[in-house]
């Protein structure tokens, strides 16, 4: 080992730009390969933390060939019931909620604010709880609480949590009967406050959907039996309201969905559990692979860059007796050393980042203990790359005749510089990748940002007026009172939120079944928004004081249900408008409508400033009038509508950013290999360049010679990056109803970027080399 070190350390030394770029491009490529893969590693083990996962499924319904995530409790307590495989089935509400509460410590109140899930008894049966109170055992009762040992800490210190109260304003005292060991953030069963569902909520009711089932069943491979044991025991007069008819084109079906796979399923309604894509992963590890391949073409360019200011050392120590064997592992290893001293680089580099903006983009923790299988495996390539780096220079520096080496009279193999042309290419092949990759994730952001929604987004703001509903006029008086605000209105959720609208109806209309996603609002709601109505009218204030919802629908809806105003569609139709985008561009519009209906609850204010005005100064007011009105309840979230907009494509937004970081050090590491090669082609052709001074040739004329050369590897590369970056980008676009055209000009700036630089790079090397005297590079060899 002494030898290899202290062989590395004299090359270090004689060859300082050339050790530092080798060990910082190999580095930042094994940083970059780890994050990704441990990004990968946090996506496709997701849900594993639960012992029996491969036997545990969510259960979802079909209907008019559309899939959704909710059941009515009678129809889901039948189907767990079906089955002697199944081992126990759970229900839980369709999301999690906000639960304010108290505590109370030597007479003072403490407020918290804590999401919650309202679950069976049973659903601690069918995941994997580790309690550290109590036990799983202790069937919930609807005035008890399971909490997670985070929570524990946060509300009662090391003090044991079990019998500790927890006050709710509208539920009154809960009793803390367990608390459980964390789950990792890769899991979808979340750290929340688990409370009982009521025996009796629902019981006998066939027309609430609004719970989620999962099974835990005996055997994983008996969950294709499931549907069919659970037809032979259903009985359709236990409903007799409901249409039952299984496997029909029109009818009802189940599908299972394992609980590994929920987290890359994207085909079902009312779903909101943490997605990743599968075609998004494939990008990262593409882009992961390319940049260790790059790296490692590099390295090997660098190595053989070398060979013509090294080959004579090394030749020398043949002449002195050292075996031709014994050279080429000396020079494999220190290969290999350097490849390893780049791996424990990046692991510094790793440590040092995970507490900086770069972690943000990515859900997984840059923990090295977290990862041990990427960090293994990683050091393994890092060997292997230090393995292939050295081997072709330690077979190519021993391969001439020493004596010859020594006169000065080895020369450039044909078929070595095919194999430095080649690996450049693919350099370069990958550079246009993921410049075009980047590129286009890019503008689809700008394509979802700058795309009309059908309604006035600019300068809203949003906030949950729940706590001061029975204060709302006075609300509402105070923000008119303010000169920047323009106007208040109110929805029962914030539109374009999600990939899914939270309420839906199905009901028979015309001789057809007709499904709508609905969303209720106040009776100001769609001319404060800007939104337009082509048939019709809007809605008035006396609609509030009629005993049905009036409902106004979206094109879509007129269209596919051929519905005209006036028609009891569910409830009357008094208008129509234009389709807009009341949820992410992920999905395509479907038939939805406005609902004014009286005494249903429309919780989220819109709040408009008025242009020119200041709204940081607007959204301050905003905070200080729900302050006043609720001084107790310091929890309201109050936002720009455009950061709602921002949070829903926080994905999208981080992966730009990952792919573009790594395209420049992609970029990075690729000219640098292009630097090393342009150095072993000017150094070994020194002599060439000098004849041809000598014979008339200019300066310009010997940079265009080997800008030439350079020239036609980029187009050969240009030419087959395109297809492939295509073929990722149109997959990737995949995942969005509504996406950016595949703009032609966007190939053409990639060759432009990677060309120009190139090219400077190329000229900047070959125009010091030309300068030299003529004289001197004749008897350089």
Request: net charge positive; hydrophobic share 45%.
């Amino acid at each position: 080992m002494k030898p290899i070190i202290r062989n590395f350390l004299s090359v270090a030394r004689r060859f300082k730009l050339a050790a530092t770029l080798n060990v910082m491009g190999l580095s930042v490529a094994f940083t970059a390969f780890m994050i990704i893969m441990m990004q990968v590693d946090y996506d496709y083990s997701f849900d594993k933390c639960h012992k029996d996962y491969k036997k545990i499924f969510r259960v979802e319904l079909t209907k008019n060939s559309a899939t959704q995530t909710l059941f009515s409790r009678p129809l889901a307590e039948l189907f767990i019931a079906s089955s002697p495989q199944i081992v126990a089935g759970a229900l839980t509400n369709y999301s999690e909620e906000e639960t304010y509460f108290h505590i109370e410590n030597e007479g003072e109140r403490h407020y918290f604010k804590e999401n919650s899930l309202i679950v069976t008894p049973e659903f601690f049966d069918v995941f994997t709880f580790d309690f550290v109170e109590g036990a799983k055992e202790h069937r919930l009762s609807p005035t008890e609480v399971f909490i997670p040992l985070s929570l524990s800490r946060k509300l009662f210190g090391k003090e044991p949590a079990v019998g500790k109260q927890l006050i709710h304003s509208n539920w009154g005292m809960q009793t803390v009967m367990g608390v459980y060991r964390d789950f990792p953030a890769n899991s979808s069963v979340n750290n929340l406050m688990y409370f009982a569902m009521h025996p009796f909520e629902n019981k006998q009711v066939w027309s609430s959907y609004n719970y989620k089932v999962f099974i835990r069943i005996n055997k994983a491979s008996n969950a294709s039996v499931l549907f069919e044991n659970f037809k032979r025991n259903f009985d359709p007069n236990v409903a007799p309201d409901r249409d039952f008819e299984w496997d029909e084109p029109e009818g009802n079906r189940l599908r299972l969905t394992a609980l590994q796979d929920i987290h890359f399923v994207r085909d079902v309604k009312w779903d909101n559990t943490p997605k990743a894509s599968e075609q998004t992963l494939m990008i990262l590890l593409a882009i992961a692979l390319l940049i260790i391949v790059i790296a490692a073409i590099n390295f090997t360019n660098f190595s053989t860059a070398l060979t013509p200011v090294r080959i004579k050392s090394i030749n020398t120590r043949r002449v002195i007796g050292e075996r031709r064997r014994s050279l080429r592992l000396s020079i494999v290893f220190e290969a290999i050393f350097i490849s390893v001293l780049s791996f424990c680089v990046a692991l510094c580099l790793i440590m040092l980042f995970k507490d900086t903006p770069l972690a943000s983009l990515v859900d997984a923790t840059l923990s090295i203990t977290a990862h041990p299988l990427v960090v293994g495996g990683t050091a393994l390539i890092a060997i292997l790359t230090g393995l292939f780096a050295g081997s072709y220079p330690a077979h190519y520096m021993t391969s001439f005749s020493p004596a010859l080496v020594l006169k000065g009279s080895f020369g450039l193999s044909p078929k070595g510089k095919k194999m430095r042309n080649t690996l450049i290419g693919i350099q370069f092949a990958a550079s246009f990748a993921l410049i075009i990759c980047a590129s286009f994730i890019y503008l689809q952001n700008v394509f979802v940002k700058n795309s009309p929604l059908g309604y006035d987004k600019e300068a809203l703001i949003t906030v949950n007026i729940e706590k001061i509903r029975d204060k709302r006029d006075v609300f509402v008086d105070k923000l008119k009172a303010y000169p920047g605000i323009k106007d208040v209105t109110f929805g029962r959720y914030i539109i374009s939120s999600s990939d899914d609208p939270r309420q839906g109806f199905g009901f028979d209309f015309k001789g057809e079944r007709v499904y709508m996603h609905a969303i209720a609002v106040h009776h100001t709601f769609l001319k404060v928004m800007g939104i337009e109505i082509t048939e019709g009218r809007d809605f008035r204030e006396e609609d509030t004081d009629l005993p049905n919802a009036v409902w106004i629908i979206n094109e879509t809806a007129r269209k596919k249900y051929n519905v005209e105003t006036g028609d009891i569609f569910q409830y009357e139709v008094i208008g129509i408008m234009p389709d807009l985008k009341y949820a992410s561009f992920r999905v395509a519009v479907e038939p939805m409508a406005f609902h004014v209906r009286n005494g249903y609850p429309t919780d989220y204010a819109y709040i408009q400033v008025k242009a020119g005005a200041d709204k940081r100064a607007a959204l301050s007011h905003v905070r200080s009038t729900i302050s006043e009105l609720e001084p107790n309840y310091p929890f309201f979230e109050i936002s720009f509508f455009d950061e709602v907009l921002q949070r829903l494509y926080e994905k999208e937004n981080a992966l730009f950013t990952l792919i573009s970081l790594f395209s420049l050090i992609a970029i990075f590491i690729s000219i640098s290999g292009v630097f090393g090669l342009v150095v072993f082609d000017s150094e070994c052709r020194r002599k060439e360049i000098g004849i041809r001074k000598v014979f008339g040739s200019s300066t310009s004329g010997i940079i265009i010679m080997f800008n030439k050369v350079y020239f036609r590897i980029l187009m050969i590369s240009f030419v087959f990056a395109v297809p492939f970056a295509w073929l990722i980008v149109n997959r990737w676009l995949q995942n969005f109803a509504y996406k950016t055209p595949m703009y032609w000009w966007v190939y053409l700036l990639a060759f432009t970027v990677v060309g120009l630089i190139t090219f400077c790079t190329v000229t900047f090397q070959n125009w010091r080399v030309a300068n030299d005297n003529p004289v001197n590079s004749i008897k350089a060899e």
